[in-house]
């Protein structure tokens, strides 16, 4: 069991405020990924979950029990840090079990913990090595392995995957998520990267200055954006926002249109453009035209779809694919 | 980490040693101050009143002080440039690839552990001895009348002692520094058409700079309060000759017994170490922050 | 990265560093010699180098004329006594300082260290008076008091730099892991911060091992330390060279060695972190 409320939480260090106002409800068993540019309060709010740091005022309930005043060690949640955070003095075998020690669990049970620990993160051979002597990949396992022999109440993570390289971010991305399915213990995951939350994630927290801008599925985020600044943080390349007398014609202060949602034509479209850059991946390339009285938009199309720079296209919107938004950057 | 249980603990564990260090400073600082406002001497005991500025007033009319202001600065001014030049041509030389680097370093660092009343009678007697003194040997065989070293230069070979004393920390230091400085840039230097000389003044210098001023506030700080080395080989003579201020104070209240005058030299001690400490703090403050 | 050298240049500096390294070691290495010639032949000129009667006479004439043991012990006391009260006070404080700081902790770490450069000749009266009165004069305890007192700022000082310098993300995972803060102490931090620990044990060891302003102004005999003892050679009379060189060897000796080994520490010790 792993449920968790935040109500109307707040935290301000010295005079500057983090978080404004907060109120959260993460269900049991929920992978939940908190996501939002760099200072937005991710990370706080995730510290104050764990304990790490006092809230200002509010209330923070795990499994419906207050833990607003509880010790980081009493709530029995894990936490797999962003520098992973190993005792560099203790060989992989000492780190996964000292969350037993420290509950003084009898020798036996912490052997067949760390053992079972090891076998499902592949650690076996590395047991008796230094954190020193492991690759990134290893030692953040050891740290995903301190956290699961507690068999907490809930997975805290905070930003774990930022200081890997892509190939192996990828590789632990999949180990993660599979983790989750086979323990189905709540994981509460901070990230800077949308990528990293859109595939992680069974729900989505958006985070900009202390505030929630929107809560909910993935798809809901993609296909729902709730205003302007959720619609432009998720989703890759960014949607693309046009301004002015085009958006007045849908009846809206702005509009926008995703990279994937706008065709490209040899004639003329609803926008015509001169194409700037192409950028070719292989399987899509992304088109980067200059549009009159739109500025720069890009689209994304097949791999062999081949423009050159200079050449004149037209870009045609998907029907019902174009996303609204008023004065303020809320959705209509 | 800052909850609200964390910073309750903090405060109790610093307890102790802000209060030590509160008590070690004020106490004894106000007994000063206040002595230094009292006529006391220590053989008429009972005989106490207040005097105002008199002690000032006499230990700045004493000649002895002038004489031994000016031989604190003299000795802390030439032990400063000995070492510090020394200093740097040593590191720059030791930071030269050779055979046998560390055992040098050891060569060169170790005066820094010998103990200053050791120091001091060794150079006295085995060295500076005007006739079987090791000094004394070499001048004869290369033609020279022997040197008395500490009636004809008394000040100069106490700054011969305290220098060999501290010539092995700016080394060490200047060394230290000079070794964090990026191989690279030596490298674009060189590749910018820097000779030698081009090399030292322009990105050297500049680099161990920093740790240039650390080493001098910190020897003054030390070097203001040199005895030990004063107490076993001149005792402060030939008469005041080599009488620095820690010295003429401790004269005045250990031999002497005036308190009240010493007191008023400890205060004036005590500013003229301010000064230097105020640089130093500074320093080390900015650092504080990096 | 390596510099291109020839291998003349390197023989050349070699040969250069040797000699000025010779040149300052060489009254350490004239000390030892003579610690082991008879009285006649440490004075002789010209002075002999190595063809001399080796003896050990020296060594053990200071042991068993001069209460050389004592004042061994009472180096050994006070140094290593007020290093250990010194950690005790100030592992507490540092780890307060470096792992809970707050707005003033800056403004502390600087006072303190202000207090080290208080000119000692400006407290000698009152400190003197003080200790008369409570009979600490030339007592172990007196002394231990004085040097923890001056080296405290400096062992704070140096805990803080190697404190700072473990993560805060360790010791919060410990805390997370169910640690208290004991345990936290105990398991996590301690065995993490011992090697500075030590370095910190070291440096101090050997500055309060060559205090000589305190230890010579407050003692007399019972709490001597070495500086003390060998100050009480220059007394004018007579050439006791051989027997002074041995004397001064054994008080040097240790801390010699224990110098040589903390080379790196001492320099973030002495000055204060400013230099690395």
Known sequence: ????????????????????????????????????????????????????????????????????????????????????????????????????????????????????????????????????????????RVAIGRAIVRQPKAFLFDEPLSNLDAALRVAMRLEISELHNKLKTTMVYVTHDQVEAMTMADKIVVLNAGRIEQYGSPLELYQRPANKFVAGFIGSPKMNFVEGAEAQKHGAHSIGVRPEHLTVSRGPGTWSGVVKVSEHLGSDTFLHVDVEGAGT???RTSGDVAFKHGETVGLTPVEGRVYRFDAQGMAV | ????????????????????????????????????????????????????????????????????????????????????????????????????????????????????????????????????????????????????????FPMFSIIMIVAWQWLPFATLILLTALQSLDEEQREAAGMDGAGPLSLFFYIILPHIARALTVVMLIQTIFLLSIFAEIL?????GPGVATTNLTFLIYMQSLLQFDVGLASAGGIVAVILANIVAIFLLRIVGKNLEA | M???????????????????????????????????????????????????DWTLANYETVQSRSNYFRHFSNSVISAVGSTLLGLLIAIPAAWAM???????????????????????????????????????????????????????????WMLFTYFKEIPVDILEAARMDGASLRQEVVHVLTPMAVPGIASTLLLNIILAWN?????????????????????????????????????????????LIMGWFSQKQLVRGLTFGAVK
Not at chain 1, 1 to 10: E, P, R
Not at chain 2, 39 to 45: E, G, H, K, Q, S
Not at chain 3, 99 to 115: E, G, H, Q
Request: some cysteine.
């Open chain 1, 1 to 140: 069991m792993g449920s968790i409320t935040l109500k109307n939480v707040k935290k301000s260090f010295g005079g500057v405020t983090v978080i404004p106002d907060i109120s959260l409800d993460i269900e049991d068993g929920q992978f939940v990924v908190f996501v939002g540019p760099s200072g937005c309060g991710k990370s706080t709010l995730l510290r104050l979950i764990a304990g790490l740091e006092d809230v200002s005022d509010g209330m923070i309930a795990i499994d419906g029990e207050d833990m607003t005043k509880t010790a980081p060690a009493q709530r029995k949640l894990s936490m797999v840090f962003q520098s992973y955070a190993l005792y560099p003095h203790m060989s992989v075998r000492g780190n996964i079990a000292f969350p037993l020690k420290m509950e003084k669990a009898p020798k036996e049970k912490i052997d067949a913990a760390v053992n079972n620990a090891a076998s499902i993160l592949n650690l076996t051979d590395y047991l008796d090595r230094k954190p020193r002597q492991l690759s990134g990949g290893q030692r953040q």
């Open chain 1, 297 to 299: 938009m890009t689209t």
């Open chain 2, 1 to 152: 980490m800052a909850t609200a249980q964390t910073q309750t603990a903090a405060r109790f564990m610093m307890a102790p040693a802000v209060l030590l260090l509160l008590a070690w400073m004020i106490i004894p600082l106000s007994m000063t101050l206040y002595f230094s406002f009292q006529r006391y001497n220590l053989l008429m005991p009972g005989m106490e009143y207040f005097t105002g500025f008199d002690n000032y007033r006499y230990f700045f009319a004493n000649p002895n002080f002038w004489a031994a202001l000016t031989n604190t600065l003299v000795l802390v001014g030439g032990v400063l440039a000995i070492t510090l030049i020394g200093g740097t041509l040593l590191a720059l030389l030791l930071d030269q690839p050779m055979f046998g680097q560390g055992i040098v370093r050891l060569l060169v660092i170790a005066p820094f552990f010998v103990m200053p009343t050791v120091s001091a009678l060794v150079w006295k007697n085995m060295l500076m001895h005007p006739v079987n003194g090791f000094f004394a040997w070499l001048a004869r065989v290369f033609g020279f009348q022997p040197i008395d070293w500490f009636a004809q």
């Open chain 2, 232 to 236: 076993v080989t001149t005792n402060g």
């Open chain 3, 2 to 52: 390596a510099r291109a050298i020839s291998t003349r240049r390197k023989i050349g500096f070699t040969i250069l560093a040797w000699g000025i390294g010779l040149v300052i070691f060489f009254p350490i290495l004239w000390t030892f010699l003579t610690s082991f010639k008879p009285e006649g032949q440490a004075i002789a000129i010209p002075p002999r180098f190595f063809d001399f």
């Open chain 3, 98 to 156: 470096a792992f809970s700081p707050t707005k003033r902790t800056k403004d502390v770490l600087m006072w303190m260290l202000s207090t080290k450069m208080l000119p000692a000749v400006g407290v000698l009266v009152p400190i003197y008076l003080i200790f008369r009165d409570l009979r600490l004069l030339d007592t172990h305890l007196g002394i231990i008091v004085v040097l923890t007192m001056i080296n405290l700022p400096i062992i704070i």
């Open chain 3, 211 to 255: 205090e000589a302003f305190w230890t010579l102004n407050l003692t007399t005999t019972n709490a001597a330390p070495l500086t003390a003892f060998i100050a009480s050679y220059s007394s004018p009379e007579g050439l006791f060279w051989a027997k002074l060189s041995a004397a001064s060897m054994m008080a040097i000796a240790p801390i």
